[in-house]
């Protein structure tokens, strides 16, 4: 089955630039969307593709995909993006979706 | 605005059943699939299985470690997806989410709305 490789953690000082890996086997030929989960909430939809953005999400939030990697880049972190983020994807060979392990950022 | 409700957590015994009930509101229900995701205490975000729309087939696909025990089913009529568990294992307990499958590119779907998610807890 397909394997999503994330970080644990990423630490990063307010008003820097935060980036989140995703590693996964030729990761740049797939959709990637990215979800946000706050302490004791449910996760919700941050990137939908690359940088396309659900109504409501600033547009510090922003994702790349190529080769093995994709990226979620937030730009002028704040306290309020401390969370734990998660990249999916499909998996073609079973037609079920996989996420990655999550990361957890801190805001220094 | 969407929602989506879930609810029917509770304890349950090892080995005994639980049905779960994710109930949307704010959209055409009937045209979107709508998959399960849970999470076990302290852990990542595990996919357990969704079904499609009817106009797609109406289909079910399940994660590996729940095949064979859970079933999901929908009415739409209701507005409602349903989980049905069986054959509970103590590795089960988790806070269990329903979304709804939203933009679907070329290679995959994004889960685009989210409940709040019931707990479902399996002890003796």
């Known amino acids: 089955s397909y394997v999503l490789t994330q970080p644990p953690s990423v630490s990063v000082a307010p008003g820097q630039t935060a980036r989140i890996t995703c590693g996964g086997d030729n990761i740049g030929s797939k959709y990637v969307p990215w979800y946000q989960q706050k302490p004791g909430q449910a996760p919700v939809l941050v990137v939908s593709d690359d940088s396309d953005r659900p109504s409501g999400i600033p547009e510090r939030f922003s994702g790349s995909n190529s080769g093995n990697t994709a990226t979620l880049t937030i730009n002028r972190v704040e306290a309020g993006d401390e969370a734990d983020y998660y990249c999916?994807?499909?998996?073609?060979?079973?037609?079920?979706?996989?996420f990655g392990g999550g990361t957890k950022l801190t805001v220094l | 605005e969407v929602q989506l409700v879930e609810s029917g957590g509770g304890l349950v015994q090892p080995g005994r059943s639980l049905g779960l009930s994710c109930t949307g509101s704010?959209?055409?229900?009937?045209?979107?699939?709508v998959t399960w995701v849970r999470q076990a205490p302290g852990k990542g975000l595990e996919w357990v299985g969704f079904?499609?729309?009817?106009?797609?087939?109406?289909?079910?696909e399940y994660a590996a470690s729940v095949k064979g025990r859970f079933t999901i089913s929908r009415d739409d009529s209701k507005s409602i997806v349903y989980l049905q568990m069986n054959s509970l294992k103590t590795e089960d307990t988790a806070i269990y989410y329903c979304?709804?499958?939203?933009?679907?590119?070329?290679?995959?779907?994004?889960?685009?709305?989210w409940g709040q998610g019931t707990l479902v807890t399996v002890s003796s």
């Open positions: 999916q994807v499909w998996d073609s060979s079973s037609d079920h979706p996989v």
């Open positions: 704010g959209f055409t229900f009937g045209n979107y699939g």
């Open positions: 979304s709804r499958i939203g933009y679907c590119g070329g290679t995959g779907c994004s889960f685009d709305y």
């Open positions: 079904i499609r729309s009817k106009p797609s087939g109406g289909t079910t």
